[in-house]
């Protein structure tokens, strides 16, 4: 049955001939990279770093801040960590990063942007994250939230590296991001899709709305294109592409972000074991098959029963 696979799958993610998925957490802070560090998963994919930072008058200072991130790294040593820079504004308020009142704040100076006018907070955090990473002897792999351009990648990379952070990356969550892959992936080591944002801006549609949830469906058409565009760009290049969105979490999804030749996949740790069985029980040329037709289909309807039929059929 179901229950007896799960309960005997364990280890790194793969399909059921064995290529690779790294299945990894979502984590907010020191409780939940303990909580995940005790499960079967192969580190964090994504640690919002928002948390030391939200409801408070200044930043936290480089001290407060490494002591935080030495208790993340710490609980997950020699797993993978990627820790996510700063992603203030809109639906992460924080007022001394993006002082000035705006009429549209998802579309303002919010993410990477916030350096523009406040580098300080970003040099600080990389201070912060480099002192902390060889406080617990590790070395955490660093992406930066909202990057629009391949210069502002090769910016980010170029003032991550002069801290020392070893493993540089941007998240690509614009479309204008997800066009440009591979000039970004020239800049970087690595890129995660924001499946959340991507999907907001792709359709004009705020993802705090639930009234546009259909807009913001993971299974439409023009967000799959654009995470297919961005796999390809990545496997002309070798290097990892993540995703870190909601969308992996969905296990029929998974299959689908594996087919398209994503390597890993980044989630709130309780949908772990169910996307591990669904890769358990498929190859992946049934991914990859899952994956072509589901690029066919013209709605998200049409795309998740593709998924739903193709996976099932043995
Ligand atoms: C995303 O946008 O998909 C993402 C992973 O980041 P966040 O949800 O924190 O904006
Ligand atoms: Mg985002």
């Not at 990063?97 to 955090?125: F, H, K, M, S, Y």
């Not at 991914?287 to 193709?310: G, N, Q, S, W």
């Amino acid at each position: 049955t179901a229950r007896a696979a799960r309960a005997t799958q364990r280890g790194p993610g793969r399909t059921a001939d064995g290529h690779p998925i790294a299945l990894l957490a979502n984590v907010g802070g020191p409780a939940d990279a303990e909580a995940a560090a005790a499960l079967d998963l192969e580190g964090v994919g994504l640690f919002r770093t928002e948390f030391l930072f939200l409801d408070r008058a200044e930043a936290p200072t480089i001290e407060e801040q490494r002591r935080v991130y030495r208790r993340v790294l710490e609980p997950l040593h020699g797993r993978k960590v990627v820790v996510r820079t700063l992603d203030a504004g809109a639906d992460k308020p924080v007022p001394y990063a993006c002082p000035d009142p705006e009429d549209n704040p998802a579309l303002g100076v919010r993410g990477l942007r916030t350096a523009w006018r406040r580098p300080d907070l970003l040099r600080d955090q990389l201070e912060a994250l480099a002192l902390a990473a060889a406080d617990a002897g590790a070395t955490p792999w660093v992406m930066a939230p909202m990057v629009a351009t391949a210069a502002e990648a090769a910016d980010f990379a170029t003032t991550a590296r002069r801290h020392g952070i070893a493993k540089v990356g941007v998240m690509i969550e614009i479309p204008a991001a997800a066009l440009r892959a591979a000039a970004i992936l020239s800049e970087v080591d690595f890129v995660s899709l924001g499946t959340n944002d991507l999907a907001q801006y792709t359709f004009a549609a705020d993802r705090q709305l639930g009234a546009l949830a259909p807009l913001l469906d993971p299974w439409q058409p023009a967000l799959l294109d654009l995470i297919a565009f961005t796999a390809r760009a990545g496997q002309a290049t070798a290097k990892p592409i993540g995703v870190c969105g909601e969308a992996a979490s969905d296990p029929l999804l998974a299959l689908v972000l594996t087919g398209l030749g994503i390597d890993s996949l980044s989630m709130a740790p309780v949908s772990v074991p169910d996307v591990r069985t669904a890769l358990a029980t498929h190859t992946i040329d049934d991914c990859r098959e899952i994956a072509a037709a589901v690029l066919r289909a013209d709605t998200a309807a049409e795309a998740r029963a593709t998924a739903t039929h193709l996976a099932h059929t043995p």
